[in-house]
């Protein structure tokens, strides 16, 4: 089965999307066990699914040039996300699989995505313990100042930059709000934040664990792609996320995970932050609005 990724422009929470869901057709059509794959690096996603991650009893081949196909099922960054809409539109054999038990598969197609071997030694380098909780920190293109928050909210997962700030200094709260576990591992695209945060930690005597990223100056993925996915991956085995913000990397980490972590989104607390949490969301539903009208009214 051939699968085509080069018209996803955004992260790789998009490309997984993509590929489950493929994943999941293979389960009602047994007799295919192998993938020939075609993605292009971007901005966005400076890395390849095939460079460090394997699927169960499937043969992954990596494809340099493309197979034009009409029956490809052709996924992009604006219908990748998992519900029933999007699985009806995706399943050209809908005559034979039906679409709410392949719908029920897609999700549960993450399970069969591991890191290959190079990847697992670096997860495994990390020590981690059996039971931890881990800390996701997304900054860099989620974040938005607020003299600028008309213009800039494009995304509901958004927040608003001393909105953040805050999060190191209740972090330890938040914590032990939810969890008895001292066992943290950190996640985080933006180095100071990361070390802020350790270093706090550390003083109220967690044991902290994390992934020697190697960061660079960029608005968008600042961390290398194995160290994401390491990242991702050590998420995944956590017995519960906490997020400053949400998004496609802690959803699919807690998919990874078979559904069996949670995932809080600390943007959606109710603090005294609460009333510009609901102004971003109140923006960009008004902007999907705007363009829902226009786009209704330029078809007429």
């Known amino acids: 089965m051939h699968i085509d990724l080069s018209k996803i422009k955004s992260g790789f929470s998009d490309r997984l999307r993509a590929i ?19 993605e292009k690096k971007n901005y966005q996603c400076p890395f390849r699914f095939v460079d460090y991650c394997k699927i169960k009893k499937i043969k992954i081949k990596k494809k340099k040039k493309n197979l034009n196909n009409p029956k490809n099922i052709i996924f992009t960054s604006y219908n990748s996300e998992i519900n029933l809409k ?10 034979t699989i039906n679409n709410v038990e392949l719908y029920n598969q897609w999700a549960e197609s993450y399970k069969e ?12 380098n990390i020590n981690l313990p059996k039971e931890y909780i881990s800390i996701h920190i997304r900054s860099t293109d989620r974040v938005v100042k607020f003299k600028n928050i008309l213009s800039k909210i494009q995304l509901k997962d958004m927040i608003v930059d001393f909105h953040l700030k805050n999060f190191p200094l209740i972090v330890t709260k938040l914590i032990t709000k939810y969890s008895n576990c001292k066992n943290v591992y950190i996640s985080s695209d933006q180095e100071y934040l990361k070390n802020q945060i350790i270093k706090k930690l550390n003083n109220k005597n967690f044991n902290v664990f994390y992934n020697n990223n190697v960061y660079k100056n960029s608005n968008y993925r600042r961390t290398k792609g194995e160290d994401f996915l390491v990242d991702l991956f050590c998420m995944s085995k956590s017995n519960f996320i906490i997020s400053t913000v949400g998004g496609g990397v802690p959803y699919s980490a807690y998919l990874l995970s078979g559904r069996k972590n949670r995932v809080l989104n600390w943007s959606n607390e109710y603090n005294k932050f609460f009333p510009i ?8 539903f008004l902007k999907r609005t705007k363009t829902f009208l226009y786009d209704f009214l330029s078809f007429k």
Not at 90 to 95: G, H, L, P, V
């Open 20 to 38: 489950t869901f493929h994943i999941a057709l293979v389960k009602f059509k047994k007799k295919i066990n192998y993938f020939s794959i075609y």
């Open 277 to 284: 949490r609901c102004i971003v969301v109140l923006i960009y």
């Open 86 to 95: 999007n699985c009806i539109e995706a399943n050209k054999f809908s005559e």
């Open 113 to 124: 995505i591991y890191p290959n071997r190079h990847l697992q030694k670096k997860i495994n």
